[in-house]
């Protein structure tokens, strides 16, 4: 059975929980792989909104499994707070559906408090993080002195670790200027009951993978933030603190690479950025502004107001490139309705020299601007709209044409919120 990536191939915030949501029909098991908290999925299913932060969005599906796997940096307050309201809305009903992987970093309340001091302290050149404690929990992963869902379930190695962290962390936040809020004997306390609640779900998820996918089942592994915010290939240091490329579906969950056969890319139809960082195709002016309204730009997980601009061509094929993109999902079609002209940056300018493709320097990037093509627009609302054919002459030219530039065919576009309010060209479940 086919097992599919979907990945953010813009700054995040592409819709993937909503595409994700969709195909999880197709799917037995839905795999988060990297990630925490900072990621936010707003859902939208017979008209009641649910917001997700952790649990992949395929929970909504009774009888299909969910995976948080290794990659993934889970904060068990969230996590805990999370089943519990799906539990009460009639989903979860069986601890079976969730699986933990034993191996998943915990973000402890100094990872979250380091976040928010370093921010205070950085001014200018601040990342602009969730301050969700995710890139303090992956640098102590990283140094091999992280705490992970085992540690919960285990009181005394949890008291160990929490006495010996906290201790460095106290420490580093003097540095920062600021100070400890947590008692240790109440963490201890504390996370000794959150673990209590999660080992239900606490389990070797990638030999539990392992084996759903021996017995044929298919999985869809669920990336959180998109291609630009990737440690590795985004635009470093405005960045996450994991891999978000379809590569790190394999590390953050446990299969092997050869497991995957299909990776798309969701890309809005103009673009946002939340936090800080260059953004070539920014639009700081009304077009920005109704962008932003009516696409309700503002983060699930902050509230933040979302940066927008017109689609970036560039930015987009080397999504492609790096993610080895089989197709697109254009989403949030509808939002561009009633623009007289839409836009899309084909090349980017810096002074006298223009660039085809995404620069890898970041300094170069911040001074470029882009180089649009201009295509006409339409009129017509296309919520209503079921079929590639019926929607609007314009709307498809736009569609193809930003296809042909990234050099990558479109596989779905939504043009709405609603679970229904999506067109599927090709599911890579149904080849
Ligand atoms: P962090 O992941 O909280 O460390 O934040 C690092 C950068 O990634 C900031 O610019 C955040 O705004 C951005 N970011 C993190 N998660 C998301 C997301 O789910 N959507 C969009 N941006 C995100």
């Not at 915990?106 to 928010?116: G, L, R, T």
């Not at 998820?205 to 959180?224: M, Q």
Request: aromatic share 6%; proline share 4%; charged share 25%.
């Amino acid at each position: 059975m086919p097992n599919v990536v979907i990945i953010g191939a813009q700054w995040g915030d592409e819709g993937k929980g909503k595409v994700v949501d969709l195909l999880t029909q197709d799917a037995d098991v839905v795999v988060r792989f990297q990630g925490g908290n900072n990621a936010g999925h707003t859902l939208v299913v017979g008209g009641e909104k649910t917001v997700l932060h952790l649990i992949p969005a395929g929970i909504l599906h009774p009888g299909k499994s969910c995976v948080i796997g290794n990659g993934v940096v889970a904060d068990p307050e969230v996590l805990c707070t999370e089943i519990d309201k799906l539990k009460a809305r009639g989903f979860l009903q069986d601890d079976g559906q969730l699986v933990l992987s034993l191996d998943a970093h915990v973000i402890m309340p100094w990872h979250k408090a380091i976040d928010i001091a370093r921010e205070a302290k950085a001014g200018e050149g601040k990342i602009g993080t969730t301050g969700r404690g995710i890139g303090p929990t992956y640098e102590d992963k990283v140094a091999r002195r992280g705490m992970r869902i085992r540690d919960l379930l285990d009181e005394q190695r949890l008291a160990r670790k929490v006495t010996e962290r906290s201790a460095a962390a106290r420490e580093e936040l003097a540095r920062l200027g600021a100070a400890a809020s947590w008692k240790d004997e109440e963490v201890v306390a504390r996370y000794a009951e959150l673990g209590r609640k999660l080992k239900p779900f606490a389990r070797d998820a990638a030999l539990w993978l392992h084996r759903a996918l021996a017995a044929g089942k298919s999985a869809l592994f669920e990336g959180a933030q998109g291609t630009l915010l990737d440690v590795d290939h985004g635009t470093y240091p405005f960045v996450t603190s994991s891999n978000t490329v379809a590569g790190n579906a394999a590390c953050g969950s446990g299969v092997g690479p050869t497991a995957i056969d299909t990776v798309i890319g969701i890309t809005k139809a103009y673009s946002t950025r939340v936090g800080g960082g260059p953004y070539p195709s920014e639009l700081k002016d009304e077009t920005g502004e109704r962008l932003r309204k009516v696409g309700n730009e503002y983060g699930a997980t902050t509230g933040r107001p979302r940066r927008t601009g017109w689609i970036d061509a560039l930015a987009l094929r080397y999504a492609a490139r790096v993610n080895g993109l089989d197709g697109l999902a254009v989403t949030k079609l509808d939002v561009l309705t009633g623009f007289s002209e839409v836009k899309i940056a084909v090349k980017y300018r810096m002074g006298g020299e223009t660039f085809d493709e995404m620069p890898s320097d970041l300094e170069t990037l911040e001074k470029c601007e882009a180089i649009y093509e201009s295509l006409p627009g339409w009129t017509e609302k296309l919520d209503g709209v079921r079929r590639w054919e019926d929607l609007p002459k314009n709307t498809r030219a736009y569609v193809e044409r930003v296809a042909q530039i990234v050099g990558v065919k479109v596989m779905a576009v939504s043009v709405g919120a609603d679970r229904g309010e999506t067109i599927i060209l090709e599911n890579p479940f149904r080849k």
